[in-house]
């Protein structure tokens, strides 16, 4: 039954699809959230473009470990399969990475902005990234149909842990201590891909919270302000973010150390430079 849904996708794939499923297969990418969630954080609001961060991080997480643990072979190694853009599709194949973190990613946010436009554009994207996935025929549906399910329960989860802690005072060297802790998972599960998704929300969490009690920016300006903000921040974190892979050696610290200063970049550097620059004004002084 799986094989004949690829099968069927092959058959009518040719050059001019192959393009239009990449592209949209690139929306559950990490470079398309990336920009999404700075934006948030940088011009709407930094507690919720937190929130979306490390959601959808412990997400990514998740699947890295769920992949390790089921170990489900991808549908191109088959010889009946051929798949299209499968650099898009390293390692195990269940769930679906890229539809699990589409789906914690839009899931959240219609759940958290209640804007009609935003569903409309939420559950079309989850579905045509799904759909890409089998198109390209780097997933089986059973993939696909778990990320989307482990995704929604996964927001649920959050959200009900999130509404537990609301209005509890909890002091930042608790933050700080569980954040650490939360890190130890590299001494039981040395992975990479873990390791750097580590390193940014644990850079991103601290910068957060030193921002906050030094100065506080204001994420709400002008809306020329607001595309000077953006424009910069994201060319300086990539800037810093490559610059930083070239010299570093392509080791599992360093790509935690990495990512971790990329973290601290968005939530902590970029929000001085900000203040600094006049395109935000800040609480403290």
């Given amino acids: ?27 559950g990418s990490e470079a398309f959230y990336f920009l999404i969630m700075t934006l948030i954080f940088w011009c709407i609001s930094k507690r ?12 990514e997480i998740l699947n890295i470990f769920l992949k390790d643990v089921i170990n489900t072979q991808r549908p191109f190694l088959d010889d009946r399969i051929n798949g299209v853009y499968i650099k898009s599709a390293p390692g195990n194949s269940f ?6 973190a589409v789906t914690v990613f839009w899931y959240y946010l219609m759940r958290n902005f209640n804007l009609k436009f935003l569903k409309v554009i939420g559950w079309t994207t989850i579905f045509l990234v799904g759909l890409s996935r089998l198109y390209l025929r780097v997933h089986w549906p059973i993939d696909v149909l778990g990320g989307f399910i482990i995704a929604i329960i996964f927001v649920l989860l959050f959200e009900k842990i999130m509404g537990l802690l609301k209005g509890k005072e909890i002091s930042t060297f608790l933050k700080v201590t569980l954040l650490l802790l939360g890190n130890m998972i590299l001494f039981v599960y040395k992975d990479v891909n873990v390791a750097k998704m580590l390193g940014v929300y644990t850079g991103a969490i601290l910068g957060y919270l030193v921002e906050v009690k030094y100065y506080d920016f204001i994420e709400k300006t002008t809306l020329t302000k607001q ?7 994201v060319v300086f974190v990539a800037f810093t973010k490559y610059y930083l892979k070239a010299i570093f050696p392509q080791e599992m610290l360093f790509d935690y150390i990495r990512y971790f200063i990329t973290g601290a970049t968005v939530t902590l550097v970029l929000p001085f430079i900000f203040v600094k620059a006049k395109l935000s004004d800040c609480r403290k002084s």
């Fill in 1 to 27: 039954m799986q094989v004949d849904i690829l099968l069927f996708f092959q058959k009518y794939s040719n050059e001019i699809l192959d393009k239009i499923f990449i592209g949209i297969t690139n929306l």
């Fill in 48 to 59: 919720d473009g937190l929130k979306v961060i490390f959601v959808v991080l412990s997400s």
């Fill in 95 to 100: 769930p679906s990475g890229h539809t699990q």
């Fill in 227 to 233: 595309i000077i903000k953006f424009a910069l921040g």
